[in-house]
């Protein structure tokens, strides 16, 4: 029994597997503040499997198998790091999902590869490397949202205008109020609806300041042409309509 905590505290095996886990901790930490759905605790355990699993393919040698009479053996620990990042992208496809237009999850999935790597490289004992890695993941993750929090936020919206067939507010006349708030203007989709004698256009665009999109709506709510419209940014799978003239609500 002591000789088998000797082993465990040696150098080359608890310094890996410490290491590990606080790293895993410091990047899971993030994640859990921010509410991602793998946190401190998965990252701590997938830096510390990695950390185990590559140990465990460093030291072959220790293995206790069976060996037929001449059979010839040919070890490859690289084998266990290709099985490794394999595995992570399982785990990873688990935290990504769809929402509407918007996909999440591609940081957090990020995060878990890294962490992943990180543990591979203190397996091997590359504790610089390591080190660095930790160092560089932790400013990605943590110091360069407070600078993107800086930046002016720009949001894709999608703006859906309902018009009666035959109205004078035609395409180019949209096309014509977007620029004069400053947006660009992308390829306008039209939609016929011949029961209810209304064509419906449909664009994207993309918007830095909140209060654009008042003035947006302000103008087509006063625009007596205007049956109906939606403004709609990506992400927000349900939409808000801001006017509907119709009586049946569309």
């Keep these: 029994m002591a000789d088998l905590f000797q082993d465990l505290l040696a150098q080359d095996i608890g310094l890996p597997l410490i290491s590990s886990l606080v790293t895993g ?22 830096c510390f499997a990695a950390t185990i699993l590559t140990l465990a393919a460093a030291r072959q040698a ?17 084998r266990m790091a290709h099985g490794i990042l394999t595995g992570i992208g399982f785990l990873g496809a688990g935290v990504i999902f769809r929402e509407g237009a918007s996909v999440h999850g591609l940081t957090t999935a990020a995060s878990l590869w890294i962490t992943s ?20 993941t932790l400013v990605v993750l943590a110091a360069l949202r407070l600078f993107f929090s800086l930046l002016p936020v ?29 947006l660009e203007v992308g390829p306008i989709s039209r939609s016929l609806s011949r029961p209810s004698e209304r064509l419906r256009m449909s664009t994207a665009t993309h918007v830095r300041k909140e209060q ?8 087509l709510t006063e625009d007596p042409d205007v049956i109906a ?14 006017l509907d003239r119709s009586p049946d609500g569309m």
């Design 25 to 46: 901790f410091l990047i899971g930490l993030d994640r859990e503040i921010r509410g991602k759905p793998a946190g401190l605790r998965t990252h701590a355990l997938v």
């Design 229 to 242: 419209f939606d403004i709609m940014p990506v992400g927000d799978p349900v939409g808000r309509t801001l």
């Design 154 to 182: 720009r949001t894709e919206i999608r703006l859906r205008v309902t018009v009666a067939i035959g109205s004078s507010f035609d395409a180019e006349r949209l096309a014509s109020l977007l620029r004069s708030e400053g």
């Design 62 to 78: 220790q293995w206790t198998v069976t060996v037929f009479p001449d059979a010839q053996i040919v070890t490859d620990p690289a």
């Design 117 to 136: 790597a990180l543990g591979i490289v203190y397996g091997i004992g590359m504790y610089w490397l390591a080190l660095t890695g930790t160092v560089a």
């Design 212 to 219: 654009i999109l008042d003035r947006l709506a302000a103008a």
